[in-house]
């Protein structure tokens, strides 16, 4: 009696054939895409590469610090007592229009000064998670740099939102003429 031979290796990778009739079916005959439909793209990866290729991050900081400073603004400027308010003694120039003004105005930059704190919080969060990541052959000062940048963006978040509770709670909702 002979020894029996090993069986067979198994294919290599990429040599495997599908069964026959295995596959997608075919579209049906007589269709045809609409014209001027090419590849249709998924909006979820254009989202992806909006937040990981850096940009995404520095627009929505730009956006909220615009927001934010132009809230900001509008609180002081709103804020501000007319020079008529000092004409007399009392200040009664100002009136009830003043106070108004100053309390719609007030309102008006506390909510564009959130709003872009929230965004400019966003941008940051998408800085830090989507943004630079170390690889396995990342230098000491990569490191470094990455380490710090995350750290950075970590604490503006922080602190942001120190702000965003500030703005809510001690800002008065109207100033009073003095």
Avoid at 4 to 33: D, E, I, K, R, Y
Avoid at 60 to 89: H, K
Wanted: glycine share 12%; hydrophobic share 40%.
């Amino acid at each position: 009696m002979g020894a029996t031979p090993p069986p067979a290796p198994p294919p290599a990778w990429g040599q495997n054939q599908p069964p026959p009739n295995w596959g997608p079916t075919p579209p049906a005959q007589g269709w045809n895409p609409p014209p001027g439909q090419g590849q249709q793209h998924n909006p979820m990866q254009m989202m992806h590469k909006f937040e990981t290729s850096g940009t995404g991050a520095n627009v929505l900081r730009l956006v909220g610090f615009a927001l934010f400073v132009v809230g900001a603004l509008i609180m002081v400027v709103a804020t501000t007592q007319p020079g008529n308010c000092y004409q007399t003694t009392p200040p009664t120039n100002c009136g009830i229009n003043y106070l108004s003004g100053a309390y719609t105005g007030t309102l008006v930059g506390k909510v564009l000064a959130v709003l872009g704190a929230a965004i400019f919080i966003a941008g940051a969060g998408f800085r830090m998670h989507f943004g630079l990541k170390p690889s396995a052959d990342t230098k000491p000062e990569e490191y470094t740099y990455i380490v710090a940048d995350r750290r950075f963006n970590g604490w503006l978040i922080i602190i942001l939102i120190l702000v965003i509770l500030l703005l809510m709670l001690q800002v008065p909702a109207y100033a009073m003429p003095p």
